[in-house]
């Protein structure tokens, strides 16, 4: 009885040194499958498109605007891709123009296209975003991107120039320097409808300095003008000058 129990222990560890060898073959041969990446779309907001308007410049000639928020206080986009399909009368899909605009963490911000020309007359344009590379912004960054503008006014030239113009400056309030500023700028009437857009940029702005700008149209518009907006803004998201001095960025893309 004691030989056959001490066969049937050295059976027992032969079997559990076989087993562990086999497993840590299969290991080897069979690597172990990764986590599944968290799905960080879950709780996040999507970008909301507030109001679109097409504005008819003259005969097939086209300025586009979008107005955007992005509601997640701590997520934004360097890289929003978009798509704008243009219809003529009949419903018809007469043309599609596709490109892409930055965003911040709560921002609201218009996005101008403009110039656009086709062959035949478009009746209605319809926006929709494409895809979102979301980045996760310190908050610290936020304060890096404060761009003020002033004194903004809307003026009629005496000499003939221009139909309109829209001046007034920018101030960066901020400790750094950026490569390029974007100023979007929309003419309103009174019940708060764009009459006309237009877009500029400010190349080179140094840090605690003021710059001025101008944007100008040549042919009339309609409607009874009640004041004009300048939004300025510039891509955090790619300028590494002063997003690594906050830290980096956690990033994934989301696709509609």
């Known amino acids: 009885m004691s030989r056959v129990l001490k066969q049937i222990v050295v059976a027992g560890i032969f ?9 840590g073959a299969y290991k080897l041969v069979v690597p172990t499958q990764p986590s599944p990446t968290p799905n960080l779309t879950i709780n996040l907001s999507p970008i909301a498109v507030l109001t679109t308007k097409l504005l008819n410049i003259k005969n097939n000639d086209y300025d586009f605007v979008a107005k955007v928020s992005n509601a997640n206080t701590d997520y934004g986009s360097g890289n ?7 219809m003529d009368a009949a419903g018809t899909k007469v043309s599609t123009k596709s490109g892409s605009f930055y965003i911040l963490p709560g921002q609201t911000k218009y ?27 310190n908050p610290l960054a936020l304060l890096g991107t404060n761009l003020v503008p002033k004194n903004v ?3 009629i030239p005496s000499n003939g120039s221009a139909f309109a113009k829209v001046g007034g400056s920018i ?37 605690k300095t003021e710059r001025g700008f101008e944007a100008a149209w040549f042919t009339p518009f309609l409607g009874q003008v009640q004041r004009a907006d300048a939004q300025a803004g510039t891509n955090a998201f ?3 000058n002063f997003l690594r001095r906050y830290g980096g960025s956690e990033r994934f893309q989301q696709f509609y």
Do not use: H, M
């Open 15 to 23: 079997c559990v040194i076989v087993f562990a060898l086999g497993l």
């Open 80 to 86: 929003v891709q978009y798509v704008v399909s243009f």
């Open 111 to 137: 996005v101008v296209v403009t110039p656009l020309s086709f062959n035949t007359a478009i009746s209605r344009a319809e926006f929709e975003i494409d895809s979102i590379d979301w980045q996760k912004l």
């Open 153 to 155: 006014s809307y003026s």
């Open 171 to 207: 101030s960066n309030t901020t400790d750094l320097d950026f490569d390029v500023v974007d100023v979007a700028i929309v003419v309103l009437d009174t019940g708060g409808n764009i009459l006309a857009v237009n877009k500029t940029t400010i190349n080179t702005f140094l840090a």
């Open 238 to 240: 790619n300028n590494l």
